[in-house]
């Protein structure tokens, strides 16, 4: 079956770095697009962007060009999320998302990293 | 961007009552719409694609409608695991949004 697992949750400090591992299994991992999505306390869902596992292309809301990296190591079946400068209002669960294709719904989701950043 | 609106914010029924939940685009998104649902603690699962479609394994006591701008969730004859918060979500043009959510509570 599908399964995306996420890495654990973060505490970070306003400016720093958080990178966030998505593991995929069930699935051909190169087959699919992988985008990111995250949710504050109380708000719904926000997209952050997508790669394709088999290219490494990527692209980004605009929202988060400049401060957002996505990776992906075939070799692991694993993606990566990489947000910078960090600011309060990042605090929230970040989730890894199937998706059928760039622009498109997401089928399975990961279980969510929660990402709290504070002073 | 495409806002996505959903009202009502909440929406108080009973078991076995039918729930109607809207979703309204800023513009166009043609039948490129989605909604999941979500409890608390959960990653949202998607119920429907492309307006009207429903995912593996959804029961058919949910069912979608609409396109261009209004959209609609029916939940028929709700259960209580159906008690949750519902969001919707447009993959027509970039970047993909979603609405704000509408609570289903009793």
């Known amino acids: 079956q599908v399964q995306l697992v996420q890495s654990g949750a973060e505490m970070k400090k306003p400016g720093a770095s958080v990178k966030v591992s998505c593991k995929a299994s069930?699935?051909?991992?190169?087959?699919?697009?992988l985008h990111w999505v995250r949710q504050a306390p109380g708000q719904g869902p926000e997209w952050m962007g997508w790669?394709?596992?088999?290219?490494?292309?990527?692209m980004y809301a605009q929202r988060f060009q400049g401060r957002v990296t996505m990776t992906r190591d075939t070799s692991l079946r694993t993606a990566y999320m990489e947000l910078s400068s960090l600011r309060s209002d990042d605090t929230a669960v970040y989730y890894c998302?199937?998706?059928?294709?760039?622009?498109?719904?997401?089928?399975?989701w990961g279980q969510g990293t929660l990402v709290t950043v504070s002073s | 961007e495409i806002v996505m609106t959903q009202s009502p914010a909440t929406l108080s029924v009973s078991p076995g009552d039918r729930a109607t939940l809207s979703c309204r685009a800023s513009?166009?998104?043609?039948?490129?719409l989605a909604w999941y649902q979500q409890t608390p603690g959960q990653a949202p699962r998607l119920l429907i694609y492309?307006?009207?479609t429903r995912a593996t394994s959804i029961p058919a006591s949910f069912s979608g409608s609409g396109s261009g701008t209004e959209f609609t969730l029916t939940i028929h004859s709700l259960q209580s695991e159906d008690f949750a918060v519902y969001f919707c979500?447009?993959?027509?043009?970039?970047?993909?949004?979603f609405g704000g959510g509408t609570k289903v509570e009793i």
């Open positions: 979500q447009q993959y027509d043009k970039w970047p993909l949004t």
């Open positions: 492309d307006a009207s």
């Open positions: 790669i394709n596992p088999n290219s490494g292309g990527t």
């Open positions: 998302a199937k998706g059928v294709g760039p622009s498109t719904r997401f089928d399975y």
């Open positions: 069930g699935y051909a991992f190169t087959g699919y697009y």
């Open positions: 513009q166009s998104v043609s039948r490129n």
